[in-house]
Each structure stands twice: as structure tokens, then as C-alpha cells.
């Protein structure tokens, strides 16, 4: 047995050499049929432990991006002790294939570890060091941007509110002080993604692949669906939501009486657009706030869900509200050795933010599921295609709960019009994610032309043109033709994005199936989680009550379910 340190104290794991006498026990004990359940459960714990000392020095730089400590260790951790972790772990994964494991919630998992000995090479870690450092570079250009609005310095999480407003003028005037900043930043992004592309690509070299996309599809586990199937999917995204998000933005466009849309009234890289109410939302102004009513929602939906979600506030699992020097964006981490899970987010009192709490509590409740169900590390990683349909999958069973009277944060007709706003949200993000996933299609299959920038923008304004129709861009073209650089997944995550298209699909039917049995809906959501990676994407899609399919016909009878939806709800407000 190994004995493992209680707690994790980072300043403690910066050096390979605290991790070396672990594996190295591990690589060389004799492995017998009697004790490979010890081996395994061994290597488990201990890989839990590594993956906790990643993530807690991961979550700590992102609390504070101008700290130079945790930035240290960070890098340390990623760029020091992750290539020899990764070197043992080769070894032990060879020696594990050789074994006789019949365990059928182990097949899957035996499945990926095949595929990962097969595509590891020694030569891609630094690699991998080298493109961990351009990415902090980028967050932190892009973490470090601020601009002054009457008097005071705001990020861009905090420029993005005024995109919200009411008023037209703000509204333009937000989308100009966030525009401005990036395109002040335009050479440094176009430096950084080519380095990046080319990086990747000889990583596929490495590999004995024609491209990073075939690196990418391999790495991701992309088991269940080929790039032709992506490519149908835009098809049908182009046949099904296109129209949809048409008339969404037709009907807004009337209401407001305009003669047209403009770029602020629809920023879909920021998930931003126009709404035809005088005021947005106002539902939390604390931390506080938004943890208790989160947490009535979720006990009111499950007490079980309740309780995870209290255990999560009570052990510091949270931190919420936006403030100078956070990264960007909101996520759900998982801490695998104290097996809980820990959320981050940049609140400032929307609707959106009640949105986003909703999303990564579901993503919390399925790491809380996993780590407490499963026992090997192996066991515990799901596809992440279907991580996104616990996430998504949450968003919408707990939508009924966001009035007052069920813990949430409105009235009733308040929570008809956040409802209407997410649903629509929801149709209008698949002609984006189509637009992010053709790019990278694009990028990472046309290397040396992708490597011009030029050519990356003109690539970004033809999909973009294809995809994202009703706003007139004139006098801004350049602008929209740049907009790949405002995504951090295509700089940071190749290919991490059609995902979210998939489980929204997956999501959809958890939403569908809630109407006719909400209980059944909630237990087979809540079963599918419990999973983790012992079953094949479709087959956890299945376990949810939801089909893996993205033709056309399917996508355009979810369209008519979520519009119809859209169509009751609104009948509830005035
Ligand atoms: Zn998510």
C-alpha cells in the first residue's frame, strides 16, 4: 500500500523528485493475478493525488493571474513534474495492457489507455510544455486588458455588461471599449496561434499523423464519430437552427424597431445578444445570495443534489463574484483526492451568471457522482461530450425552480422571460459552434495557409458569413473577420467545442423527457452521471434517455420542440 500525504500543500509539489519514489514502487513491484486489484487501486490513488496537485495549482493561478507565486507553480507543475509523470505513466500503462482485466466497466477505459500508449511519444512532451506557456501567455494578455468607463478600470468580464443594457447607445459603446481591446492586442494573437499551429502540427508529425486534426480526434477520444460526421452536423445545423435563429433575431428586430441589427446587438463569441426588455435582469447582489438560492434550487429539485451542493459551500469550493486579476470565464474542477469538486466563476448579478451556476453545478454534481461511484481514476472519466450534457442537462431540469416559490431567484414572470432568454440562447449558439468547429476543421487540415493571417480571417468571415446571419456589419468587417481570436477554446483547446453542440442536442431530449416524467427525467440524468467513463459516449447518452444522432430531420424536430417551449413560455409574460 501506498501512503499518501493528508493534505495537499503545493508549495510541496513543485519537484518531480517528491512524486519519482512513488512510481517508481509502482513500475517496478512484481504484478501477480493475486494483488493486480492492489496495483491498480494503488496507482489510482496515487494518480488522484497528481491530478489534485494540478488542479488545486490550476485553480489557484486563476484566482489570481497577477500573482506570481502561483504562476510559478503552475508552471512548475505543468512544466517539470507533468512530462516525467507522463514518462512513468507510459510505462505503468504497459505493463497494465499486459494484464488480464475482464472488469467489463474497465473496457472502456482499457480502450483509451490502448490508444493513449499507442499515440504517446517522448518527444511531444516539451511540446506540450512549450504550448502550456503560450497559452498562459495568451490569458494573461487577455486577462491583463482593461479599459476605463467613466472613471473606473473594468476587465472585459466587466465591459461585457453593458452589452446587456437596455440602452443602444451603452451597448455600442461597451462593444467599441471591448473591440478596441482586442484588436489592440491583434498582432500578439496572431503571433501566438501560429506558433501554436505549427507546434501542433509536429506533434502529428510525431505521431506518424497526416495532421493535428487526426492528433486531436485521437487525444479527445473521438471513438463515436468521425470528422465526416462534424460536417454533416454543420449541414444540419445550417438546414435546422440557421432558419430558427433567423426569426429570433427578425422578431427581436421588430420589437425594437430597428432597421437593423448591429454587431452589439448579437456578440456570439461573448454569448451575447439583444434583449427587447427595458431592464435585464437583476436576480443576486452577493456571493451570499447566489449560494443560498442556488442551493434552495438545488434541494427543492433533490435533496441529495442539495446536499452535495452544501457540502461543496461549507468545505470553500466556491468562488463566484468577478474581481480585478481573475482569469476569465467559469468552470467546474474537480479535486479527485478530497473527491470534491470546485467552481469558479465571474459573477456580477445577471441572469446570465444564474445561468452559468445552474451549467457548473452540473458539472460539480457529476464529478461529486463519479468520484464517490467509481472506484478506479480510470472509471471516472467521461467523454467530454457528455460532460456537457450534465451540465446543460442541469440547466434545464432545474429551470423550473427559478421561482421564488421553488428557492429560485424570481417571480414568475421573471422566470418565464430568463427561461425564453436561455432557451433562445441555446438555438443561437449552434450556428456559432458550427462556425468554431468548420474553422478549426479548416486550420488544422490547410496548415500552411492557416499559418497567414490573413487567410485565418478570411476563412472566419466566409463561415461567418454561411453561419451567423441578420446582422448588418458594415464599417466592421475587420472586426468580424477577426472574431476567431476572441475564443480562447480555439487557441487553448483544438477542436474542444462541437462538444457543447452534441450534449446541448443531448440536453434537449433530458429536457423533453422532464415534461412527460420530470421524476424519471431527474433519475435516469442522475444515473447516466454516476457512469463516469465506464460506458461508450452513445451508450451514456442512452443511460440519460437521450439518443446520439445530429441529422437533419432529428435537429429540426428538437428546433420545433425548443421553439414551441419558447412560444408557452412567452404566453407567461406580458
Ligand atoms: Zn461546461
Given at each position: ?39 491498480l ?22 484566482l489570481?493571474t ?18 516525467h ?26 480502450r ?8 504517446f ?42 452589452l446587456d ?116 435582469l ?23 443534489l ?108 421573471e ?119 465506464t ?40
Amino acid at each position: 500500500m501506498i501512503e499518501l500525504p493528508q493534505t495537499i500543500d503545493v508549495v510541496n509539489y513543485q519537484e518531480w523528485q517528491t512524486f519519482e519514489p512513488y512510481y517508481t514502487e509502482l513500475i517496478e513491484r512484481q504484478v501477480s493475478a493475486e494483488n493486480q486489484r492492489e496495483w491498480l487501486q494503488d496507482w489510482s490513488d496515487l494518480t488522484r493525488f497528481w491530478q489534485e496537485v494540478q488542479a488545486y495549482t490550476s485553480i489557484q493561478r486563476t484566482l489570481d493571474t497577477g500573482d506570481a507565486e502561483r504562476e510559478a507553480a503552475y508552471l512548475a507543475v505543468v512544466k517539470e513534474v507533468r512530462p516525467h509523470v507522463e514518462k512513468a505513466e507510459q510505462q505503468l500503462k504497459q505493463r497494465l495492457l499486459q494484464l488480464q482485466i475482464d472488469d467489463a466497466d474497465m473496457q472502456v477505459a482499457l480502450r483509451n489507455l490502448r490508444d493513449e500508449v499507442d499515440l504517446f511519444r517522448e518527444e511531444n512532451l516539451s511540446i506540450r510544455s512549450e504550448l502550456v506557456e503560450l497559452s498562459t501567455d495568451y490569458d494573461k494578455t487577455v486577462g491583463g486588458l482593461s479599459a476605463d468607463w467613466d472613471g473606473e478600470l473594468e476587465n472585459l468580464n466587466q465591459l461585457a455588461v453593458h452589452l446587456d443594457s437596455p440602452d443602444r447607445a451603452e451597448r455600442e459603446r461597451g462593444w467599441h471599449a471591448i473591440m478596441g481591446l482586442w484588436q489592440s492586442i491583434k498582432p500578439k494573437a496572431d503571433a501566438i496561434y501560429t506558433e501554436m499551429l505549427a507546434k501542433r502540427h509536429q506533434m502529428a508529425k510525431n505521431a506518424k499523423l497526416d495532421d493535428h486534426r487526426q492528433y486531436a480526434f485521437r487525444t479527445r477520444k473521438r471513438f463515436s464519430y468521425s470528422p465526416e460526421e462534424c460536417y454533416q452536423f454543420h449541414d444540419a445545423i445550417e438546414a435546422a437552427f440557421v432558419p430558427a435563429v433567423e426569426r429570433i433575431l427578425e422578431r427581436k428586430r421588430k420589437a425594437l424597431g430597428y432597421d437593423t441589427l448591429r454587431p452589439w446587438e448579437w456578440v456570439p463569441e461573448m454569448g451575447k445578444v439583444v434583449s427587447t426588455k427595458d431592464k435585464p435582469l437583476t436576480p443576486f447582489a452577493s456571493e451570499e445570495q447566489l449560494t443560498q438560492q442556488s442551493l434552495d434550487i438545488f434541494h427543492n429539485l433533490d435533496p441529495e443534489l442539495g446536499h452535495q451542493f452544501a457540502h461543496m459551500a461549507e468545505g470553500g469550493m466556491l468562488d463566484l463574484m468577478t474581481r480585478q486579476g481573475k482569469a476569465m470565464g467559469a468552470y467546474s474542477h474537480s479535486l479527485p483526492y478530497r473527491k470534491l469538486p470546485f467552481i469558479f466563476m465571474n459573477a456580477v448579478g445577471s441572469g446570465r451568471n444564474v445561468q452559468t451556476m445552474l451549467h457548473e453545478a452540473g458539472h460539480a454534481f457529476h464529478g461529486y457522482s463519479v468520484m464517490r461511484n467509481q472506484p478506479l481514476v480510470w472509471q471516472m472519466r467521461a467523454p467530454m461530450e457528455f460532460n456537457e450534457v450534465a451540465s446543460m442537462g442541469m440547466e434545464m431540469l432545474a429551470a423550473p425552480n427559478l421561482t421564488q416559490d421553488r428557492g429560485g431567484f424570481y417571480s414568475e414572470e421573471e422566470a418565464a422571460r430568463h427561461r425564453i432568454e436561455h432557451l433562445e440562447k441555446t438555438l443561437i449558439f449552434f450556428p456559432y459552434m458550427a462556425v468554431v468547429d468548420a474553422f478549426q476543421h479548416w486550420v488544422y487540415t490547410n496548415v500552411d495557409a492557416a499559418s497567414i493571417p490573413a487567410n485565418l480571417n478570411a476563412k472566419y468571415d466566409e463561415l461567418s458569413e454561411r453561419f451567423l446571419p441578420g446582422i448588418d456589419w458594415s464599417g466592421y468587417e475587420e472586426i468580424r473577420a477577426t472574431g476567431w481570436q476572441r475564443k480562447l477554446h480555439i487557441f487553448r483547446y483544438p477542436f474542444y467545442y462541437i462538444e457543447y453542440g452534441m450534449a446541448q442536442v443531448g440536453a434537449y431530449q433530458v429536457y423533453r423527457n422532464s415534461l412527460q416524467d420530470h421524476a424519471k427525467a431527474l433519475a435516469d440524468y442522475r444515473a447516466a452521471l454516476a457512469l463516469g467513463g465506464t460506458k461508450t459516449l452513445p451508450e451514456l447518452f442512452n443511460a440519460a434517455g437521450a439518443e446520439f444522432r445530429f441529422d437533419t430531420p432529428f435537429l429540426s424536430e428538437l428546433v420545433e420542440f425548443i421553439e414551441h417551449e419558447v412560444a408557452q413560455l412567452r404566453e407567461q409574460t406580458t
